[in-house]
């Protein structure tokens, strides 16, 4: 459920930020919205 106990499963719940993988990304194995999340964790 969401925080305004909405049903949220099979939807899914919109990120706070969104960031793209490129083919460039993918050929690498890099993965940016991991990266961008361990940034907002170490914050």
């Known amino acids: 459920m969401g925080p305004g106990r909405e049903v949220v ?3 899914g719940v919109p990120s706070d930020h969104h960031v793209p993988l490129t083919p ?3 050929a690498a ?3 940016p919205a991991l990266a961008k999340a361990l940034t907002l ?3």
């Open 9 to 11: 499963d099979g939807i």
């Open 24 to 26: 460039e990304d993918a």
């Open 29 to 31: 194995g890099r993965d």
């Open 41 to 43: 964790l170490h914050e």
